[in-house]
């Protein structure tokens, strides 16, 4: 579809993207208007496009649900994240991880504060919490970037539930859960007790542990893996501890918390 270059231009402007993709992002323009794909697919330049487009799509859904205009950008912001993602990797301005960003143009991912809210299904039974597989809960995910204070992930879980309490009755849930290599107990062994992770642990009953290398992608790049950790420089004190933990054969999880 044709889509008219004052569209793009805005929401390019309200994301905040960096200067360092203006020329980038430019040359992907027409004269006028620009064709773009209403669908995301395997072009990361093209996607960003998509993304730009379908973010006035997403207001008009925001406008017609009565949710905020904040919620709207601070969600967003994910898109920028992930570009930067694309960026780190390839050196070029693009976007992936669309399976990700979809719950976001979906109206069911929203950005409270520090962190992310998800209207989602358990994907496993927790016994000890009364949930059945199948049954709704409310995901929490950690967007990169900026400090995870105790005080500030405790406030969005307070806003969390006010807003979906408000905009979204309907979603009947009693448990939070959160699948993540941040809730690895492994990583006492790493960090002092006091630390923003060990700190957000302590919000979280953990139910089950699961072998994963994810850790890796966040603390280094998105494309690390054990085999290739040699080309990277730690860049934080916790990439150093686990670094050669992991090149020795040392086991990683994600695990998946609750509390209600």
């Given at each position: 579809m044709i889509v008219d270059n004052r569209l793009l231009r805005e929401w390019y402007t309200r994301l905040h993207f960096p200067s360092r993709y203006d020329e980038?992002?430019?040359?992907?323009?027409?004269?006028?208007?620009?064709?773009?794909?209403?669908?995301f697919g395997d072009t990361a330049q093209a996607n960003v496009l998509t993304a730009l487009y379908r973010c006035e799509q997403l207001k008009q859904d925001y406008a017609r649900?009565?949710?905020?205009?904040?919620?709207?950008?601070?969600?967003?912001?994910?898109?920028?994240?992930?570009?930067?993602?694309?960026y780190s990797?390839?050196?070029?301005?693009?976007?992936?991880?669309?399976?990700w960003l979809q719950h976001h143009f979906s109206a069911k991912l929203f950005r409270l504060g520090r962190l992310q809210f998800c209207m989602g299904t358990a994907h496993h039974a927790i016994p000890?919490?009364?949930?059945?597989?199948?049954d709704p809960v409310m995901e929490v995910h950690i967007p990169s970037g900026g400090a995870m204070r105790l005080e500030d992930c405790k406030a969005s879980i307070a806003a969390a539930r006010t807003f979906f309490a408000e905009y979204f009755p309907a979603f009947r849930y009693e448990t939070f859960t959160c699948h993540s290599w941040?809730?690895?107990?492994?990583?006492?062994?790493?960090?002092?007790?006091?630390?923003?992770?060990?700190?957000?642990q302590t919000l979280f009953t953990v139910a089950q542990n699961d072998r994963s290398d994810a850790i890796l992608k966040y603390i280094f790049r998105w494309d690390a893996t054990r085999?290739?950790?040699?080309?990277?420089e730690p860049q934080s004190k916790l990439a150093a501890a686990v670094k050669?933990?992991?090149?020795?054969?040392?086991?990683?999880?994600e695990s998946l918390g609750w509390f209600k």
């Open positions: 980038a992002f430019a040359a992907l323009l027409g004269t006028t208007a620009t064709a773009v794909n209403e669908e649900l009565g949710l905020p205009e904040q919620v709207l950008l601070d969600t967003l912001s994910d898109v920028v994240i992930w570009t930067d993602t694309w990797m390839h050196e070029e301005f693009g976007l992936m991880e669309i399976g000890e919490a009364g949930l059945a597989e199948g941040l809730l690895d107990k492994t990583l006492t062994q790493f960090l002092n007790e006091g630390s923003n992770i060990l700190q957000f085999d290739t950790l040699d080309r990277f050669p933990f992991a090149q020795n054969g040392g086991v990683l999880y």
